[in-house]
């Protein structure tokens, strides 16, 4: 054999023993060598304080929402559920255990406990009456824990049940620790209650709150006023992964300067006046955004005092952190907040064009606009009503743009005229916003998981397909819609339900009417859900009923033009007030029904003199009742 060969055949099989012996490597390495972690959801970068406020920089990763609350003492995560054999009707303990048990998604830790000991955590004590134990905690102060209490204020379990009244002998520092709620475990669970959302929003240690909503990713800062608190937590609910983050103590960090105005419109300017005395060498000034640097620039070193005027010309909606520092530290800190206002088109038909109008997200209450279209010059003046600017306007096709001017700057709109499908504009119509119905927070407090199938497909002789969605899915999609409908707790439609799932998981695709209707109706007979006149809420957010009417008047009321405030249960224009049984109106009222049948039922149940009186009422047209039907022919 030639020489040559043998070189070919030993390199041969040496690449192959080579190639075999990284194989085996890359077969017997650890996954966490091979494979590369996704980036983390929500995680927070940056804690501190801002003259006056608190601030939060953060990194995200897609749609939700996060929670920023003031706490006055340092917030507590471990929980104890206590236990005694003297308690007074507490067959539904294990459900009241597995509902706080939920809260382990946000980083609590449960224990239930019968030992007699109260140290410095959360202590439930679920029992009707007081355990001894308790009560000489409270008295002596022996510790701070907080205690959540439910039973009755004049029970004592001493050797037994006692009466004694322990409650109204307490002193007020005493009563703080001490948070009760009345009857016994059994009562209170089915009156529907739960201390879930009191312990995990701290109710009874909380200054103050805000909510924002999120969408794609990115940084983000948010910010809380202070005053008397020292710690911030941020709950966060963002593409069904739920958490929770406590800072250490926030103390104030310098002098605090103030920009005037501290809070204004990207087409604003902002002056800050920086007044330094003797500094320790050179001073310097920053403004940070989102936790990058997006001005530094180099004062001087002071030696008795200067002043240095400050333009702050920013555009960029958000938080701007200013400080100015030397040798020594921060020297004094700021804070710029530059609002962001959106102006969205939601609903559109031939002859009518509803936009959604919001700052940082909250719709604008009650301003004027002035609009005109394209380079026209004869502009005519609107009114927003919460959130809401509906414009008669008949359009060309094709691109139009309206240009909206609110607080002396014009935004323009395009808007795209186009044959408008009259379902999808009502269901738009007088909505901040058509949004997403499939989505988290309830999944962190659910047991069971039953998945529901949708049938969709784009044509009748089409084998439609299925997707299955989790109970989570379908309970969380109610908060997020309703967050960026920026519609609260109101109830939702069917069709904006079967709108979303359309839009967001069907590819465009229709989806079977039943479907939706029967995935809804199993919600509601399983509980999750409460249903009236094809409206649909959360559980335990109110009367359905009163929420339903209150929608649809609001909706009324906004496409009709009418201005009005909304106080209550109470819609006031400037010619009457719309409101329900039981409310006071200060001018002529309007009743709200759900019918006839309701109407004269409620006359029914009135003794001759309050009817007689309803009468003359209703004869001097200072009251007068109107099922919702109705509301039309009034406005």
């Known amino acids: 054999m030639k020489l040559l060969n043998i070189v ?57 929402q996060v929670t920023v609350l003031a706490l006055g003492s340092k917030p507590k995560t471990d929980i104890h559920i206590m236990t005694d054999e003297n308690a007074i009707e507490t067959t539904g303990f294990e459900t009241f255990v597995d509902d706080l048990r939920s809260l382990e998604v946000y980083g609590y ?26 009560l000489f905690n409270l008295q002596e102060g022996t510790s701070q824990g907080t205690i959540f209490y439910i039973g009755k204020k004049d029970l004592v379990i001493s050797s037994g049940i006692k009466k004694q009244d322990w409650y109204n002998s307490l002193t007020d520092d005493q009563k703080h620790r001490i948070i009760c709620y009345d009857g016994t475990l059994d009562e209170f669970l089915a009156n529907g209650n739960s201390l879930f959302d009191d312990i995990l929003y701290e109710k009874w240690n909380q200054q103050s709150n805000s909510t924002i909503y999120l969408d794609d990713s990115g940084l983000k800062t948010v910010s809380i006023q202070l005053a008397d608190t020292h710690y911030i937590r941020l709950i966060y609910d963002v593409d069904n992964s739920f958490g929770m983050y406590d800072s250490d103590e926030l103390k104030p960090v310098g002098d605090m300067m103030f920009p005037v105005p501290q809070n204004k419109f990207p087409w604003e300017k902002s002056n800050l006046l920086v007044s330094l005395n003797k500094t320790n060498g050179t001073a310097y000034y920053s403004v940070k955004k989102d936790g990058k640097i997006v001005e530094q620039e180099v004062l001087s070193r002071v030696s008795d005092s200067n002043v240095f005027p400050k333009k702050l010309i920013y555009s960029e909606p958000g938080y701007y952190i200013i400080e100015v520092y030397d040798n020594s530290g921060v020297i004094s800190s700021g804070l710029l907040h530059v609002k962001d206002l959106k102006v969205n088109l939601i609903g559109q038909n031939d002859l009518s064009y509803v936009f959604n109008i919001t700052v940082d997200g909250e719709p604008l209450k009650s301003t004027e606009a002035f609009v005109y279209i394209g380079n026209s010059t004869s502009k005519k003046k609107f009114y927003i009503n ?45 909505l901040p916003g058509i949004g997403l119905i499939l989505l988290v927070y309830f999944g962190a407090r659910m047991t069971k998981k039953p998945l529901y199938t949708l049938r969709f497909g784009d044509v009748g002789s089409y084998v439609r397909p299925e997707i299955c969605i989790p109970t989570e899915a379908a309970m969380g999609g109610f908060k997020k819609i309703r967050a960026e409908m920026n519609i609260g707790n109101n109830p939702i439609t069917s069709e904006e339900f079967a709108i979303s799932i359309k839009r967001y998981h069907t590819n465009g695709a229709d989806v079977t009417e039943g479907n939706v209707e029967e995935l809804l109706s199993s919600l509601v007979k399983r509980g999750y859900l409460e249903t009236h006149r094809d409206h649909y809420q959360l559980k335990g957010e109110g009367d359905i009923k009163t929420n339903t009417l209150k929608r649809m008047v609001r909706e009324k009321l906004i496409e009709t033009g009418t201005m009005f405030d909304e106080k209550g249960n109470k819609f006031i224009t400037n010619g009457f007030e719309i409101g329900f049984f039981g409310e006071k109106f200060s001018k002529k009222g309007i009743i709200i029904v759900d019918g006839e049948s309701e109407k004269q039922r409620f006359i029914d149940s009135l003794n001759d003199i309050n009817r007689a009186r309803l009468n003359v009422m209703r004869a001097n047209s200072t009251i007068d009742i109107i099922p919702i039907d109705r509301l039309d022919d009034l406005l």
């Not at 000991?117 to 029992?127: A, N």
């Not at 008949?394 to 499908?421: A, C, H, M, R, W």
Request: glycine fraction near 10%; avoid cysteine.
């Open 8 to 64: 070919i055949i030993v390199l041969a099989v040496l690449f192959l023993v080579l190639l075999g012996v990284v194989g085996f490597l890359l077969l017997s390495s650890p996954e966490s060598n091979i494979l590369e972690s996704s980036p983390a959801i929500f995680s927070v970068l940056e804690t501190g304080t801002a003259a006056d406020r608190g601030y939060s920089v953060f990194n995200y990763r897609g749609e939700g």
């Open 109 to 134: 830790n449960i224990t239930v406990d019968d030992s007699p000991i109260i140290g410095e955590g959360i202590y439930v004590i679920p029992t009707g009456a007081i355990p001894s134990y308790v």
């Open 386 to 430: 919460d959130g809401i600017l509906t414009i008669n306007a008949k359009l060309d096709k094709g691109e139009n743009i309206f240009n909206i001017e609110i607080f002396d700057s014009v935004i323009p709109t395009p808007v795209y005229k186009q044959s408008g499908n009259l379902l999808e504009f009502y269901l738009s119509y007088g």
